[in-house]
């Protein structure tokens, strides 16, 4: 089941070889499994960042992205310097996607490059319909769908 979320922070520039070290790395060192991933969250100013989409794409992975504000609002155990106008992009940015505040990974920087954090999609999120009583409309949680 797909239930978690990768925040990354990357330099400019970073190769989609970097991220996947990066990611299978952390992975490794947690002991969580590739195939779990949701999909891949980050700041909207890495929408054009070519290592990233690679990554996403060769995985059919969605890329999700937050606005800086979006992420600033986030509470996180580990900020950063204030680079781009956030304390946090990669926990930030995995707590946003996963639509809780259960990182699973705290931030991991590798090589000074990539900034990798992992959330988990609570239970509840993972519902993708809720009859609230008959004759009501469901509602829908989240944008994705999962199995549950």
């Known amino acids: 089941m797909r239930t978690l979320w990768i925040g990354i922070g990357c330099r400019r520039g970073t190769s989609k070889e970097v991220v996947e070290h990066a990611i299978a790395q952390v992975l ?23 290592g990233l989409l690679e990554y996403c794409e060769d995985r059919r992975l969605p890329l999700s992205l937050f606005s800086v504000e979006q992420l600033q609002a ?11 106008g956030t304390p946090s992009v990669a926990e930030a940015a995995a707590i946003c996607a996963a639509g809780s505040g259960v990182l699973r990974v705290p931030k991991q920087v590798i090589k000074k490059t990539v900034t990798i954090a992992i959330a988990q999609i609570s239970p509840c999120d993972k519902l993708r319909n809720v009859d609230l009583a008959a004759g009501h409309e469901a ?7 999962f199995d549950v």
Do not use: H, M, W
């Open 28 to 50: 490794e060192q947690y002991k969580l499994a590739e195939t779990a991933i949701v999909g891949i969250a980050t700041v909207d100013r890495k929408s054009d960042e070519t």
């Open 74 to 84: 986030i509470a996180v155990p580990n900020p950063s310097i204030n680079r781009i």
């Open 139 to 145: 509602i829908r949680d989240r944008s994705i769908d």
